[in-house]
């Protein structure tokens, strides 16, 4: 009997900087499996789970149609699939997430159980959360000490590897267990998804590195191709972060700094989500618990104009609006959107970050969540309560010409120049409405209601 182990994929669908490959590369045989989880795949929307299906196929294609994929919940299909194929050991990037972690510790009892092992070998991350940590051993709360103790720390070098470091085992000779489905048919979604899949991640990579040394100008500008649109090879892991720093390792330009900073934030959120799970769902911040936030038909009204891009204020409908046309939105517009959720609706946080989880197909749990609470003001290292985005003037600033209003907004293309963001001096055209609010009233509101957050703490 040949000696087998089991490399199980979850947000590492690559071939490439795979330790797991080197883990198991001792074992006459490795199965590649990947599980579709029920409770991962009900609450993902459908850009998501079509990217996610997409980059199976690819990877599959890439360990020559290799790919074990069954469908249930892991601590049942996992332990059953090793019994199966009589692999000692599966071999797993560890999981920091709340659902991610308790699920593996189920898997890894079941597995003990049977006599077998699972096996954590690296993470999604360059630093796995909890390892940085300050000098007394406590976790970070805020950004800025937590980026110096991360560079400091440092990360390995990728992991040189391939579909040829491991010998795959042809997935037909398992001996029973779990019935092997076929990767899903893309899910019906009315929006233009990124090619899936780690052969576009490294493209996309390469691409963005033509213009990296500009990023630091171009990265606020909606209207410019100046980001990276990284966002969904890092969630599924088609690209490790180690691989990006490494590449900007030889990079001296302030604007590569600058990248690898967003990557830090990336780690951070991660890091802070690994210390309060709670924070998913709830204020990380929970004196913000006293927030007064509007309910009732009105604000449910509020928020569905807010969801179709019909607020009356054209950088946050454009914003909306790419959201359904592309399941991503521009991070500068992100935050615009959100502060007139929060902070000129009244809306709670978690309404917005809900919907962007649905829609988006970059939706990860701890960067939105965490990235919501930072404009709310109620998360670690938050945007102060009393900053309020204004939407006319983040408009005028980040998209001076208005060529990315006029993109997703049709309505106002009639409109030239930055005047687009004040359509109501020029007349408003037929079919876009009026402001919903007035802003400069709503954002005195929303400081009166922040006032009882801090009158509370006192």
Same mark, same amino acid.
């Given at each position: ?40 795949? +009900?609450?993902?929307?459908?850009? #998501? ?19 074990? &994929?069954?469908?249930? @919940? ?57 390892? &940085?940590?300050?000098? @007394?051993?406590? $976790? /970070?709360?805020? /950004?800025?000490? /937590? ?10 070098? $990728? ?22 489905? #076929? ?5 019906? &979604? ?14 996309? =990579? ?13 990265? @606020? ?28 390792? *030889? ?18 959120? +991660?890091?802070?989500?690994? *210390? ?15 927030? $007064? ?12 104009? =807010? ?17 359904? +046309? ?42 939105? *969540? ?49 005047? &687009?963001?004040?359509? =109501? ?26 006032? *009882? ?6």
């Amino acid at each position: 009997m040949p000696d087998r182990s089991i490399v199980w994929f979850r947000r590492d669908l690559r071939v490439a900087d795979q330790p797991t490959f080197l883990a198991a590369a001792d074992s006459d045989e490795v199965l590649a499996l990947f599980v579709l989880d029920p409770a991962l795949i +009900a609450p993902s929307g459908g850009a #998501r789970l079509t990217f996610l299906y997409g980059c199976l196929r690819e990877l599959s294609a890439a360990l020559g149609d290799r790919l074990l &994929v069954v469908e249930g @919940d892991p601590v049942d299909v996992v332990p059953r699939v090793a019994e199966a194929v009589s692999a000692s050991v599966v071999h797993v990037a560890a999981d920091f997430g709340p659902y991610g972690a308790k699920r593996d510790e189920g898997v890894e009892k079941a597995l003990a159980d049977a006599g077998r092992e699972l096996h954590r070998i690296g993470s999604p991350y360059a630093v796995a959360p909890g390892r &940085v940590v300050k000098s @007394d051993g406590d $976790p /970070f709360k805020v /950004f800025s000490p /937590f980026r110096r103790a991360w560079a400091d720390h440092g990360w390995r070098d $990728p992991a040189d590897t391939s579909a040829a470091t491991v010998t795959w085992m042809d997935p037909s000779d398992k001996d029973g267990g779990p019935r092997a489905v #076929r990767v899903p048919d893309d899910v019906a &979604v009315d929006a233009e998804l990124p090619e899936p899949g780690e052969r576009a991640a490294r493209a996309a =990579w390469r691409d963005f590195l033509d213009i990296v040394d500009e990023y630091g100008d171009t990265r @606020d500008r909606p209207d410019r191709p100046g980001t990276s649109r990284m966002s969904q090879y890092l969630k599924y892991g088609c690209i490790h972060p180690r691989t990006i720093l490494a590449d900007l390792a *030889q990079r001296r330009s302030e604007s590569a700094n600058t990248y690898r900073t967003e990557i830090a934030w990336r780690e951070f959120y +991660a890091d802070i989500l690994f *210390q309060r799970p709670d924070s998913a769902r709830r204020n990380y911040d929970r004196s913000f618990d006293a927030l $007064p936030v509007a309910t009732g038909k009105e604000a449910d009204a509020a928020f569905e104009a =807010w969801k179709e891009g019909r607020t009356g204020f054209p950088i946050v409908d454009a914003g909306m609006r790419q959201l359904r +046309a592309e399941a991503w939105m521009h991070n500068r517009v992100r935050m615009i959107v959100a502060s007139f959720l929060v902070k000129d609706l009244h809306l709670p946080w978690w309404w917005g970050a809900r919907h962007f989880m649905q829609l988006l197909v970059d939706g990860d749990l701890a960067s939105n *969540q965490h990235g919501w609470q930072w404009t709310a003001g109620s998360g670690t290292d938050a945007s102060p309560y009393f900053r309020v985005f204004n939407p006319i003037t983040q408009g005028e600033r980040f998209d001076p010409n208005g060529d990315y209003v006029r993109k997703y907004v049709p309505e106002l293309r009639g409109i030239e120049g930055k005047a &687009v963001h004040q359509p =109501w001096k020029v007349g408003v055209p037929e079919g876009y409405p009026e402001p919903m609010v007035d802003h400069k009233a709503e954002r005195q509101e929303a400081l009166d209601r922040y006032e *009882q957050v801090k009158n509370a703490r006192r």
